[in-house]
């Protein structure tokens, strides 16, 4: 009966679905290439073998074929749609050029790489004060990476979202947030397959079982075109279920 009214389906409280049921469709087949991806990470840090580390290439692999799909899928949806939809991903105006509608590729590589850097140093500074705090706090290495680091490299993927959906680009918004989970999922998850033992103890076996839940949940609600702001502030419970459930682990 949706489907013929043409209407969004409806949320807890009257709340309609984020996106269109194609947005949420495309954003599906992202958790769907995550999850696998994510189970395989975790099932190798309860196993060791002589050439684990060699498996660390495969995630790196996986993402280009990850990227090299997702080129080809936003060609071919620009092919089918024409300019449908570039109103809502208008982008404002280089920094670096802010007069031009279309800036030289020397401004943008350029406020790119900027960009990049400040990101990394901020983050650098950021993980950096976390060694100090976290013993000061009384926090060991484990709890001080499993629930305080992450923010050094989930703030920015939060404040691009926030700023999006402010703008009312809830398509770029969640897709963002979609694609930097596939990079930490995959280029993380290589480097240290090559340079470490890649063994999960009880918090980080813990830690990956809350995010598959998590991903199932979204996965399930994305869908069916369920995916309400509603149903998606409640993923943020998993986040304190993995914190509460910390407590017993490293007690």
Do not use: C
């Amino acid at each position: 009966m949706l489907a013929d009214t043409g209407m969004p389906p409806s949320g807890p409280g009257g709340g309609e679905a984020l996106g269109e049921e194609k947005d949420m469709k495309r954003l599906a087949k992202d958790q769907q290439w995550f999850l696998p991806i994510f189970l395989v990470k975790v099932s190798l840090g309860l196993v060791a073998f002589v050439f684990k580390p060699a498996l660390g290439l495969l995630f790196f692999a996986a993402y280009a074929v990850y990227f090299w799909r997702e080129i080809r899928s936003s060609r071919a949806d620009e092919d089918n749609e024409g300019n449908e939809g570039n109103e809502e991903e208008e982008l404002e105006p280089l920094k670096f050029q802010p007069k031009k509608a279309s800036p030289a590729t020397w401004a943008v590589v350029a406020q790119t790489l900027a960009t990049l850097g400040i990101i990394f140093l901020a983050a650098h500074y950021f993980v950096a004060q976390l060694d100090v705090i976290g013993p000061m706090l009384g926090l060991s290495a484990t709890v001080t990476a499993l629930l305080l680091s992450p923010i050094a490299t989930e703030l920015p993927e939060i404040m691009n979202a926030v700023i999006w959906v402010r703008q009312g680009k809830i398509k770029l918004a969640l897709a963002n947030i979609s694609g930097s989970m596939m990079i930490q999922a995959t280029v993380p998850s290589g480097i240290g397959l090559l340079f470490t033992k890649w063994h999960f103890d009880g918090a980080l076996l813990w830690s990956g079982i809350i995010t598959m839940a998590a991903i199932a949940y979204l996965l399930a609600t994305m869908r069916a075109h369920r995916l309400t702001p509603a149903r998606l502030a409640v993923a943020a419970g998993f986040y304190v279920v993995f914190a509460l459930g910390l407590i017993p682990i490293l007690a």
